[in-house]
């Protein structure tokens, strides 16, 4: 979960895919999942760690993408 957090945090910050990657912080397909929800309906929260992200994608989690949702599941969110 720490690391999808991370990922997710690092996402909603706009570093470069390569570097995210190279960080083994979550897979491409993970960051390309969540990135436009992330900054869609989190935007306002994205300096406010990393739990706080993670809340957002769930309150909102009707309206994210099913491949976000998915990515959500898989780490058991």
Do not use: W, Y
Not at 16 to 22: E, G, K
Not at 38 to 60: M, S, W, Y
């Amino acid at each position: 979960m720490r690391k999808l957090l991370v990922a997710l945090t690092l996402l909603s910050a706009s570093l470069s895919t390569a570097a995210f990657a190279q960080a083994g912080r979550g897979t491409d397909a993970e960051q390309k999942a969540c990135t436009r929800d992330v900054q869609k309906f989190c935007r306002p929260v994205i300096d406010q760690g990393d739990f706080t992200i993670l809340a957002c994608l769930k309150e909102n989690r009707a309206k994210i993408s099913q491949a976000c949702d998915q990515v959500l599941k898989t780490h058991n969110q």
